[in-house]
């Protein structure tokens, strides 16, 4: 087992919030060694260690306590605590800021000749998407139901392949919805890279150092701004 004594932090190891998580933690005065294909990294000036999995993992990692903070899509979270209540679980952790990079939209989108009048258009339609609880809650506020097409990659191509007649997916620029023939119709959740922290108290030692991660934080975030 890790030394428990050390704050535990979990972040993704490759993919589009891994540079800016370690930049961050960089900044903050985290010394630490990422060089090597390795599942834990140790800080050399702290009594830290980062934990480097799939972005996926992290919600649970840190709602099971098996890590003290996680750097983690809003999206990947929120989808994590719906699908948890959905399987009658009460998940507990708490968001200790927004950050200020993963920026991006959870968009419903049609092939480019489709008309779109509003959501009702879509109501039990077939849509494809790796996020079917958040796209549920939206279809749910609106009083409206869909079919679900459950793929984690690939999304895109699934109007052209016959398998949905719309998507939700995550959209930054647009360039991979127009790229697949797809028009972006509506947005139904933003998102942004959160730190997140274990439910139950830390001992005063992680907690001392917690605190001190946030003023830096705080300050490398308004030093961007
Ligand atoms: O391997 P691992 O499971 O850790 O990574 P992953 O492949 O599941 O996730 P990754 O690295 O792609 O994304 C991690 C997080 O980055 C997401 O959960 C979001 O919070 C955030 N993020 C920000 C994005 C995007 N922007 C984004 N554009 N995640 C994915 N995309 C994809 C989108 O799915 C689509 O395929 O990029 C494509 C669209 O981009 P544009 O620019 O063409 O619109
Ligand atoms: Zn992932």
Known sequence: MLDNTRLRIAMQKSGRLSDESRELLTRCGIKINLQQQRLIAFAENMPIDILRVRDDDIPGLVMDGVVDLGIIGENV?????????????????????????????LSLAMPADSVYTGPECLDTKRIATSYPHL?????????????????????????RAGLSDAICDLVSTGATLEANGLREVDVIYRSKAVLIQRAGELSDDK???????????????????
């Open 207 to 225: 907690q001392a150092l917690v605190d001190r991660l946030m003023t830096r934080i705080q300050g490398v975030i308004q030093a961007r701004e």
């Open 135 to 159: 796209l549920k809650k939206y279809f749910d506020s609106k009083g409206l139901t869909f079919k679900s097409c459950l793929l984690n990659g690939s999304v895109e191509v699934a109007p």
């Open 77 to 105: 979270l929120e989808e994590e605590v719906l699908t948890r209540r959905a399987q009658g679980e009460d998940p507990q952790l708490s968001i200790l800021r927004r950050l200020d990079f993963g920026g991006c939209r």
